[in-house]
């Protein structure tokens, strides 16, 4: 059994895990409109958040993902690895959330929660670019001659990346019980996340789409999926029998459906 899974799969409708009919809507949306990005938020200690947008997935092997789908629920589509990658999409950055303090030595800081402090004071500093670019008055920076050395427009465009590069950024529970309830450490890094996250160069390439509601989604096509998971045989018939009536403007959905596994039934494997 491989440790990682060469596929990636996005578990959909957690809030309506208990309502199939209701996951089978989502689903159904998914496939016509494309994977829409949610808000995340990534929290950088007492300084503040990332509120992001992205498309979630996990690698996770499917005969581990009890965990997983105990709060994910167990209706899911997994995709081809490199439709992920093509759409921008990678590994989320864990890092270990404990604020690091100075020891008994003076000036020496645990290393402990490192990386966690360095994402820290970037989030810091973008707070204060962005602060800077929000200023009718600011032009850049000048250097010793008065000449624009980096300008709004660099400073703007610096910001968007490192505010994207952040949004991958993600704890690893390191601080005891996670906030979903989960009474384990570590527990979010066990999630084993991807992300697609939305560049500006994403939306340029028709990568991903913005709707006139102002959500951003990412289409994709038959080819890019690997296979259906649904929570029981009811939904996996009425999937079926979706996929069977040419009501999807792709119809290879149609003429050679993806396979469609009850979650269940994966423990006879």
């Known amino acids: 059994m491989r440790a990682i899974s060469e596929l990636l799969i996005h578990f959909l409708g957690k809030d309506f895990k208990n309502e199939p009919s209701k996951q089978l809507e989502i689903f159904q949306s998914i496939i016509n409109d494309g994977l829409r990005c949610s808000r995340i938020d990534v929290k950088f200690g007492f300084e503040g958040c990332i509120y992001g947008n992205a498309v979630c997935f996990t690698d996770i092997p499917l005969n ?26 990678n590994p989320a950055n864990y890092f270990v959330d404990y604020a690091p303090s100075m020891t008994n030595s003076d000036d020496i800081v645990e290393n402990r929660g490192l990386l966690y402090m360095t994402a820290t004071n970037l989030f810091k500093n973008l707070m204060t670019m962005n602060e800077h ?6 032009e850049g920076i000048f250097d010793h001659e008065g000449k624009i050395a980096y300008s709004k427009d660099d400073y ?45 160069g994403s939306i340029m390439s028709g990568r991903a789409v913005i709707s006139p509601e102002e959500h951003i ?4 096509k038959r080819r890019d999926v690997k296979l259906i998971i649904v929570p029981n ?37």
């Open 233 to 269: 045989n009811e939904i996996r018939k009425q999937v079926l029998e979706w996929f069977a009536s040419y009501e999807i403007d792709d119809v290879e959905y149609a003429e050679d459906p993806p396979p469609v596994l009850v979650y269940d039934d994966l423990s006879c494997f």
């Open 156 to 200: 703007e465009s610096f910001a968007n990346h490192l505010q994207q590069f952040l949004t991958f950024m993600k704890p690893m529970g390191d601080l005891g019980p996670a906030r979903d309830g989960s009474d384990q450490i570590d527990q979010y890094y066990k999630e084993r996340e991807w992300r697609i996250v939305p560049y500006v």
């Open 133 to 138: 670019i929000k200023k009718d008055n600011f």
């Open 217 to 220: 989604y990412y289409k994709f």
């Open 64 to 89: 581990f993902c009890d965990e997983h789908t105990a709060f994910y629920g167990k209706f899911g589509i997994a995709f081809t690895k490199a439709f992920v990658k093509n759409a921008g999409g």
